[in-house]
C-alpha cells in the first residue's frame, strides 16, 4: 500500500463482524497496483449504529463501500438512490457517493457468484440456497440467469423465509417464463434430505462455518443441517459456499471427502470486489489478477 497522507481517502467495509474479511487485502493490492491514494478498511458496525456510520462516512469524502453482513437489506434506508437491480433483490452490497450529498446503493455480488458456474450449462438443473438473508437474494437472481429449472430455499427462520418469496415474486412474470419453481423450506422440514438428494447445486449463504463457537440446541455447529440430513447426498452435485475463511470450510473439507465438486467464495469475493471498484473509480481496467494474488498470498500465511 502507498504511504497514507493527509491526502488519502477512506474506501470501506461496512458489516458486524468485519475481521475475517479478505476485502481490504484485495482492494489495497488494487488500488497500489491503480496508483490511487485511497485506503480500504474494516468498518466494524452493529445493527443500531448503522444509520450514523453510512451517513458519517458520507460527510469525510469517502470514496465508496462494501455492505456485508447483517445489513445488506437494511443499508438502502441510508441511500437517496438505489440502482435497478437493488431494488429487485432487496439488497446493497455497494455503495458509490453520488452528486446529491448521499449514497447511491447497487448490487455486484451477483456478477461475483455467476463467474465461478459460467463455464458449466446449468439449465433445467436444481438448486438449493441455504439461508435467505441478502446474499441469497443475490444468488437467487443469478440462478434465474443461469436457467436453473427449481431453486429450493432452506432456511432456519419461517418469517425470513416467507419474506424472502414474497420479495422474489416481485417479478412473477421471469419466473413462469423460464418455468422456473420456486420453494421455500425450514430447516426442520422433513422433506429436506430428499431435496439435498436430488440437487445439483447446493450454495451456503449462512454464516455457518465461518465464525468459531456457533452452537443451537444439539451443540457446537460448523455444517449447515444436520448431519443426517446429506446422508443421501449426489455424488454429482457440487457445493458452493459463499466463506472463503477458513479455506476450505468445514462444509467443503466433508464436500471433497465425498468426492463432491466444490466453490468456495474467494472468486466470488474478487469478482465482486473487482465489479465494485469499477464503480468507485471509474476505470474499466481493474487489475483482477493482483487481487487474486494479494488473496492467495495472505490466505497462505
Ligand atoms: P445475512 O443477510 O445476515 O443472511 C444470513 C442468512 O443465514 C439468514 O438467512 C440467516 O437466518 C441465516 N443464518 C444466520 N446464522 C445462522 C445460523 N447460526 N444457523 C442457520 N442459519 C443462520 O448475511 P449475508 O450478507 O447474506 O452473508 C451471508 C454469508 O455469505 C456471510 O458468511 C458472508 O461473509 C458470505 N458472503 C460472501 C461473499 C463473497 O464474496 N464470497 C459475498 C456475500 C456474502 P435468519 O433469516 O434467521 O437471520
Known amino acids: 500500500m502507498a504511504m497514507i497522507t493527509g491526502t488519502t481517502s477512506l474506501v ?4 458486524d463482524p468485519v475481521s475475517h474479511s479478505l476485502s481490504p487485502i484485495i482492494h489495497n493490492a488494487a488500488f497500489s497496483e491503480m496508483g490511487l491514494n485511497w485506503c480500504y478498511l474494516g468498518i466494524p458496525c452493529e445493527t443500531e449504529n448503522l444509520e450514523i456510520v453510512i451517513n458519517g462516512l458520507r460527510k469525510v469524502n469517502c470514496k465508496g463501500l462494501n455492505i456485508t453482513i447483517p445489513h445488506k437489506q437494511n443499508a438502502s434506508n441510508y441511500c437517496n438512490e438505489i440502482s435497478d437491480l437493488s431494488k429487485e433483490l432487496k439488497a446493497i452490497n455497494t ?18 457468484f455467476l463467474a465461478p458456474l459460467k463455464k458449466q450449462d446449468w439449465t433445467q438443473k436444481k438448486a438449493i440456497i441455504l439461508g435467505c438473508g441478502g446474499s441469497a437474494r443475490a444468488i437467487l437472481f443469478g440462478l434465474k440467469i443461469l436457467r436453473f429449472q427449481e431453486i429450493n430455499v432452506i432456511s432456519r427462520n419461517i418469517k425470513s423465509i416467507k419474506k424472502f418469496l414474497l420479495d ?9 417464463k423460464n418455468h422456473i419453481e420456486i420453494k421455500g423450506y425450514t430447516d426442520q422440514d422433513p422433506n429436506i434430505k430428499k431435496i439435498l438428494s436430488n440437487s445439483d447445486l447446493i450454495i451456503n449463504t449462512t454464516p455457518i462455518g465461518m465464525q468459531k463457537g456457533l452452537k443451537n440446541e444439539n451443540g457446537p455447529i ?7 440430513d446429506w446422508s ?22 466433508w464436500g471433497k471427502e465425498k468426492g463432491l465438486k466444490t466453490i468456495d467464495g474467494l472468486e466470488m469475493l474478487i469478482q465482486q470486489g473487482a465489479a465494485s471498484l469499477k464503480l468507485w473509480s471509474g476505470v474499466e ?12 498470498t495472505h490466505l497462505k500465511h
Open 232 to 253: 443421501s447426498i449426489n455424488k454429482e452435485t457440487t457445493l458452493y459456499d459463499l466463506i472463503y475463511t477458513p479455506r476450505p470450510t468445514p462444509w467443503l473439507l
Open 95 to 112: 455503495l458509490i457517493p453520488n452528486k446529491k450529498n448521499g449514497w447511491t446503493g447497487t448490487n455486484t455480488d451477483v456478477e461475483g
Open 285 to 296: 481496467n481493474i487489475p483482477i489478477e493482483i487481487m487474486r494474488n494479494a488473496a492467495k
Open 168 to 176: 422474489a415474486k416481485i417479478n412473477p412474470e421471469n419466473i413462469q
Open 12 to 15: 470501506g467495509l461496512v458489516g
Open 222 to 228: 460448523e455444517i449447515p443441517l444436520k448431519p443426517e
